[in-house]
């Protein structure tokens, strides 16, 4: 069966998507998961989650998808020790040199390779396999045909997870250097890890300063007046019955940031749907149309509230940065 994993910016979001429906959960350590510290976890909330997800019959997953320097592994083992205790399912991570330290560490702990791997070809999920992950995210850019070759060779003995709602980068999604070109402050948190504000890659927040309204220029010679940089959120609707029949291991839903009753409702919508397209007779035709308007008011709220934050953001980018003292 197909694993759903949600995700969950705080306590409350864990509950709502335990009580939804999905198989597995993912939150953030504070200060090492890519998100403003509002939507990730303190260490004690953590552990309530762990339980309270546990409760429920859920797996619980901790996101620890920075790039780090050197000094900031010890302090990550000695983190990850904790939440090992805790009982944690696995953990999410971006960084080679990391994942490797962990899975030497903890060699039982299951580790997935994040989306900001960028992992693009079965060579990279080799790779990934050789230093201790068990399972890969999909680039948001791969097609199913690409999809059908992983599955198809036989040495890659990894799970496969699929973004079914996120955002398509005109980058690399997970790997953003636009943010901090607008707007870069060091500090550090409680526990004195640094938290550059504006990357996102060292533990801050991605201002998406990639959706401004840019131009293009040679030297005072407007070339261009209007240039869109790809950064479209999605849902994935279509895709989702191939991506059961082809076996992949888990789909994945992003929006930490999103209102609870939000997640919710894309998390029940989402599990209703896989339960009835693998409950249904394998010869019976599945008629996507009630799940397609279904969505389209999901998704409606969805641009709603990513277009309210993403003003907030933008805002936030273009206040001065404080001088340290």
């Not at 944690?88 to 060699?107: L, S």
């Not at 019976?284 to 969505?295: A, N, V």
Request: charged letters at 25%.
């Amino acid at each position: 069966m197909v694993e759903l994993l949600a995700p969950a910016g705080n306590l409350e979001m864990v509950k709502a998507a335990v009580e939804n429906g999905a198989n597995a959960i993912y939150v953030g350590a504070r200060g090492w998961s890519r998100r403003r510290d509002a939507y990730e976890l303190s260490d004690e909330k953590l552990h309530e989650a762990t339980e309270i997800a546990h409760a429920g019959g859920a797996k619980i997953r901790v996101a620890i998808n920075t790039n780090m320097q050197s000094s900031e592994i010890p302090s990550l083992l000695k983190k990850m020790e904790k939440f090992v205790g805790w009982g944690i399912d696995g953990a999410i991570m971006t960084d080679v040199g990391a994942i490797a330290q962990v899975h030497r560490r903890f060699p039982d702990l299951v580790l997935h390779a994040s989306i900001g791997a960028n992992i693009l070809n079965n060579e990279d999920v080799k790779f990934y396999r050789s230093i201790g992950i068990s399972q890969v995210v999909a680039d948001t850019k791969l097609t199913l045909g690409e999809l059908t070759s992983r599955q198809a060779d036989a040495d890659i003995d990894v799970g496969i997870e699929i973004l079914i709602h996120a955002n398509k980068c005109y980058t690399y999604l997970g790997k953003c250097w636009m943010s901090p070109y607008i707007r870069l402050e060091r500090t550090a948190d409680d526990f004195g890890k640094d938290v550059f504000r504006g990357s996102p890659n060292r533990g801050g927040l991605d201002y998406r300063v990639c959706l401004e309204q840019w131009e293009l220029l040679d030297g005072k010679a407007l070339l261009e007046p209007v240039i869109t940089l790809k950064n479209d959120a999605f849902f994935y609707l279509n895709d989702i019955p191939p991506l059961i029949d082809l076996g992949v291991h888990c789909l994945k839903i992003q929006g930490r940031e999103y209102p609870v009753p939000l997640v919710g409702s894309i998390v029940r919508f989402y599990r209703e749907l896989i339960d009835t397209y693998v409950a249904r007779p394998t010869e019976q035709p599945f008629d996507l149309t009630p799940w397609r308007l279904r969505l389209e008011a999901i998704q409606a709220e969805r641009d709603s509230k990513r277009s309210n934050m993403t003003l907030v953001l933008l805002n936030e980018a273009r206040q001065p940065v404080p001088r340290r003292a």
